[in-house]
């Protein structure tokens, strides 16, 4: 069975949201509970009261790269980072971090035991006896990748973490000592390590050709280094012990990232490891001279802070919905279901002796109260109503009734059935198209749907969902380069929507273009928190 990617925009009738609401369902998609032994569910994020903080850790990069090139004309490069920062400054920006986070757990119910109290803990005292190498700079690299790892206050490491490696596979003796140390502090254990990155990098390498097609002198190759100006965490690992040696994991799903300045512009360093793309060039091979971003010690520990501000802001958000303070985007707009329809509302308004909607004015208030209560049957049946009362405007009503037998009542052929009417009774309107087309997406009937979503876009050539819907389908067409033009032109058009971003990723990983996937997700995560 084919994969379906599924349209990402509703139709334009109701194509809105809420950005506080995103928020929230954002952060909760943001940290994937990761399932351990035989605990299925997450259960001690949901009752906790009072967390002891024993260990949060923060891998700061110093060199960032990748192993393997990304296919066609873009290489993955080695970045350094140069900066007159010290290992003091990363401990104060780490413990810093430890308060605000803190902070923002207070600020949503959940008290905090002190610091001085875990370190009077047994376990404590044991871990720092035995990891004394481990307090404070932990200067480590692999596989392309270096940081310095700095624990809050100078602290032990309670459960260990490598960036670019696994976590620590915790035995049943060091599990029971960590739900021994939760139960000494009267609060739930827990352990935060996150990766901050500096830049997100990307290097677009062409050949030189003149008007003839013949190669130039050497080289035959030049290079365009592009450096996203972003603060960005990576990757994390939570871990939550309660007293019962209950536990919780969490990993990050997606980057949280902060768009801001703090750095020169990039220069190249022929002195560092030269990197090799020869991946990228038909088995041909081609260094590339490593980079350098050279970053101002006040303006990165302000982008450092912000970016490490923003994660503490999420995980403290996922808490409230994991203890059930605030519920998700997607349950603050769900209705209940309720299939009432027009006819079984007028007997039961007859039944009480009350009045029903006569005029076009009270009918509009009957389907607008219906659609908000959630009554989608009872609501389309008001517009089906008003279409027959009011010729002029049926196809408005009609594209009304559409919209909610295609988003809510889950009737694709009814919808295509409306739509297709919308489109005879105003063939010169761009809307029913862009519905009937977005209906089709629905139902994987590439064709129709392409072709509905073709005529949309000449009527209305700035109508950028219909560019979007449109590159979902030729993604699911299997014509990536029509696809990515679509996805293109849709960010020309509005540069503010995020699944214009994640669809454009898409081609670009099914392509191989991984640094470029990177970048577009990046954007898309910026958008939705507000922050570009």
Partial sequence: MKKLIPAALAVLAFASAAVAQDYTKLADETFKYVKAGTFGKPSVAKKTQKISLGQVRVHFKTVTSKESSARGRVADVTVYLDSDLTTGDLQQLTNNFYSRLTSKLNAIGIDSVPFESIKRTEYYAEKLSKQSEEKGADFDGERGQAWVSVNAYDGPVFVRWNPEGTVEIIGFGQQKKLAKTAETTDGDLMTVDVVLDFASIMLSAEVKQDRQGWFYGDPYFY??????????????????????????????????????????????????????????????????????????????????????????????????????????????????????????????????????????????????????????????????????????????????????????????????????????????????????????????????????????????????????????????????????????????????????????????????????????????????????
């Fill in 223 to 532: 290079s365009d280094y592009s450096i996203g100006g972003l603060m960005n965490v990576s990757k994390s690992y939570v871990y939550l012990v309660n007293r019962k040696n209950g536990f919780d994991q969490y990993m990050l799903a997606q980057p949280i990232a902060e768009r801001i300045g703090y750095a020169d512009k990039p220069r190249e360093d022929a002195s560092k490891a030269r990197y090799r793309a020869s991946k990228a060039f038909g088995g041909e091979t081609h260094s590339f001279t490593p980079l350098v971003i050279t970053a101002k010690r006040e303006k990165y520990m302000m982008a450092a802070a912000k970016a490490l501000d923003r994660y503490a802001d999420m995980l403290a958000e996922k808490f409230k919905v994991l203890r059930g303070g605030e519920p998700t985007a997607a349950k603050l707009t769900e209705k209940p279901t309720d299939s009432t329809t027009l006819k079984e509302e007028e007997k039961r308004a007859k039944g009480n002796n009350e009045p029903t909607a006569v005029t076009r004015g009270e009918m509009k208030d009957a389907a607008q109260a219906a659609q908000k209560a959630g009554k989608y049957q009872l609501a389309a049946d008001y517009y089906e109503k008003l279409a027959a009362a009011d010729p002029e405007n049926a196809a408005k009503y009609n594209v009304q009734r559409g919209v909610l037998y295609l988003n809510y009542i889950k009737d694709l052929k009814k919808a295509i059935e409306i739509f297709t009417l919308v489109i005879n009774e105003r063939p010169d309107a761009p809307d029913g198209y862009y519905n009937r087309g977005t209906a089709y997406t629905q139902n994987s009937d590439w064709k129709r749907a392409k072709k509905d979503l073709d005529k949309a876009i000449e009527l209305d050539p700035r109508w950028v969902e219909a560019y979007l819907n449109r590159g979902i389908v030729l993604l699911n067409m299997k014509k990536l380069d029509d696809a990515l033009a679509d996805f293109t032109r849709g960010i020309e058009l509005n540069p503010r929507i995020p699944n214009l971003y994640r669809a454009r990723a898409l081609v670009y990983r099914t392509r191989g273009d991984a640094a470029l996937a990177a970048a577009d997700e990046l954007r898309a995560a910026q958008i939705e928190q507000g922050r570009y």
